[in-house]
């Protein structure tokens, strides 16, 4: 079963378009709504929309959930034990951050990670920057001039924990790496294992070489950066969309380190008597 996490201050028709996608695919069990608690202007319209949201959605008996949304603090502590209740009961949770201010997207992103089965989505709109003037244009400078109108505060840091996610585990993190780069580089994807030894330049014929590969492939199938494929008698082993996007940046590191030219050494003979 999936609970379903909304944040919601201005558009809430677009929170509703991705609940609306969500729910044909996803066995929907429960609502959360989420609302701006400030006594501001954001606030009245985060409370009125959630307002809206819950109406539409009251077949689900939304839960509302009250926040502010630009502490780091106070998101953290309201949004950490209801997304662990709910995965500790064996539900997937879905929420939306197309709405979220930049603290709240790093605290709901770090809660992410820290669980399992808790997956993000934004709801992106048909068309974007419809209300800006056409650049080139005496009013588009002016638009962009008039926008520009903020003073900042201090930088606040957000709290993050000391120990970060590690996708590779540090042993055999060069194969790990090195399957995941040449994957990438054969278009992200190969017929068989077999063929994915051969281009890593080892004996696929070699059992020990055969079995440490078959152990990473299945580690890397859990990490959610690969899956394999049933094709006939051979198991294809094909990068997932985020597999493609880890090792596409694996590969860009690996150019760059062949770019550095190694400094030579210099030899110092001792000085002539």
């Known amino acids: ?49 959630a307002k809206k949201l819950y109406k539409i959605l009251s077949f689900f008996r939304p839960q509302p959930v009250k926040v502010n949304p630009v502490s780091f603090e106070n998101v953290f502590s309201k949004l950490y034990p209801l997304v662990h209740s709910e995965v500790s009961e064996g539900r997937e949770v879905y929420m939306d951050i197309t709405s979220m201010p930049p603290e709240m997207v790093a605290c709901v992103t770090t809660i992410a990670l820290m669980h399992p089965k808790v997956y993000l989505y934004v709801v992106p709109t048909i068309e974007r920057g419809e209300f800006i003037p056409e650049p080139g244009t005496p009013k588009f400078e002016e638009w962009v001039e008039e ?13 993050l924990p000391e120990e970060r996610l590690e996708l590779l585990d540090e042993n ?9 780069i040449t994957l990438y580089e054969k278009g992200g994807k190969a017929n068989a294992i077999k063929d994915l030894i051969e281009w890593c330049g080892e004996n696929p014929r070699d059992n020990v070489v055969k079995n440490r590969y078959s152990r990473m492939i299945d580690d890397l199938v859990r990490k959610g950066l690969v899956y394999k494929l049933h094709a006939g008698r051979e198991k294809q082993v094909c990068l997932t969309e985020f597999g493609k996007i880890y090792a596409k940046a694996l590969y860009k590191i ?20």
């Open 147 to 159: 926008k520009d109108n903020k003073r900042g505060l201090e930088p606040l840091q957000l709290m």
């Open 254 to 273: 690996s150019q760059k380190a062949k770019q550095i030219k190694p400094i030579p050494l210099v030899r110092k003979y001792p000085p002539r008597i």
């Open 172 to 180: 055999e993190k060069w194969l790990a790496e090195k399957i995941l």
């Open 1 to 49: 079963m999936v609970v379903v996490v909304l944040y919601v201050c201005f558009n809430p028709t677009l929170a509703l378009d991705g609940f609306e996608y969500l729910r044909r695919l996803k066995p929907i069990e429960k609502v959360y709504i989420l609302y701006d608690m400030k006594k501001d202007r954001y606030g009245a319209v985060s409370r009125r929309n």
